[in-house]
């Protein structure tokens, strides 16, 4: 189950020729690509943080702010791409969905022996 961790980025790349077959907008896939590999980036080295932490509170709290801060990200960059360009945005938005089920589907695979600083055994 260790090679769901990456279905997300898997998504992402099966999503491109989608997206140039189909004609949508490349704005989309890009704003949304980045965003998600930086956020992937700063949700990984959070959570190897909080799982560090021994207060179960700042834990928790160190964990849930990055998970509210990233939904805010991904829906600003979303608007902003839907501003510069409406097809873009709705592309963005569904890719967006996409990965957020495949990001999720690839977490719960895990469970508690996936996540930073917990032993598979």
Same mark, same amino acid.
């Given at each position: 189950?260790?090679?769901?961790?990456? #279905?997300? &980025?898997?998504?992402?790349? =099966?999503?491109?020729?989608? &997206?140039?077959?189909?004609? #949508?907008?490349?704005?989309?896939?890009?704003?949304?690509?980045?965003?998600?590999? #930086?956020?992937?980036?700063?949700?990984?080295?959070?959570?190897?943080?909080? &799982?560090?932490?021994?207060?179960?509170?700042?834990?928790?709290?160190?964990? !849930? @702010?990055?998970?509210?801060?990233?939904?805010?990200?991904? !829906?600003? @960059?979303? &608007?902003?791409?839907?501003?510069?360009?409406?097809? =873009?945005?709705?592309?963005? !938005?569904? %890719?967006?969905? @996409? %990965?957020?089920?495949?990001? %999720?589907?690839?977490?719960?695979?895990?469970?508690?022996?996936?996540?930073?600083?917990?032993?598979?055994?």
């Amino acid at each position: 189950m260790r090679g769901l961790r990456w #279905l997300d &980025f898997a998504v992402l790349a =099966a999503a491109l020729p989608v &997206f140039v077959a189909a004609g #949508l907008p490349l704005l989309g896939w890009a704003a949304v690509t980045g965003v998600w590999a #930086l956020q992937r980036l700063a949700h990984d080295r959070l959570s190897r943080r909080a &799982f560090a932490v021994r207060d179960p509170r700042r834990s928790t709290m160190l964990l !849930a @702010v990055g998970m509210i801060a990233r939904v805010w990200i991904l !829906a600003l @960059v979303i &608007f902003g791409v839907g501003a510069i360009e409406r097809e =873009a945005g709705l592309a963005a !938005a569904v %890719l967006s969905i @996409v %990965l957020v089920t495949s990001y %999720l589907i690839g977490v719960m695979s895990r469970g508690a022996a996936g996540a930073p600083g917990m032993s598979n055994g």
